[in-house]
């Protein structure tokens, strides 16, 4: 041979730092691309669809998971709402089933001011 065990030894304890961060280098760049590219940005769809979910009132248009439109009646709970699909259907619903609100309704208190100035135009 032409070297001899003791110089190859040396050698590659030399090298095993400098080998040893080179090679962990590129899982350590794949996880950043992952992070920027998927992790985060579901995240941020996550957050986005809580919100959503919790602000979802009596007179919203909201689409389900299902594919039914339908017109919010009533918020049972934190993890129910009442909607109606049709005249005098009505279904219930978990909060997290809802996928998208397709119009924002009015506030229940101005429903019912608008509700009570009809009333009293027709019986005018």
Known sequence: MLFTPAYA???AGAGDTNSMLMSLLPF???????Y????RP?????KEHAD???????GD??????GLVGKVTKV???DQVEFEIADGIRVRQMR????GVRAKGEPAKAEVAKDDKKDEKAAS
């Open 61 to 66: 248009t909201i689409v389900t998971q299902g």
């Open 52 to 58: 959503l979910v919790k602000n979802v009132r009596r």
């Open 96 to 99: 997290q089933m809802i996928t």
């Open 36 to 39: 920027f590219l998927i992790l």
């Open 76 to 78: 049972v709970d934190d």
């Open 42 to 46: 579901q995240q941020k769809k996550v």
């Open 9 to 11: 030894q040396a050698a």
């Open 28 to 34: 350590a760049l794949i996880f950043v691309i992952m």
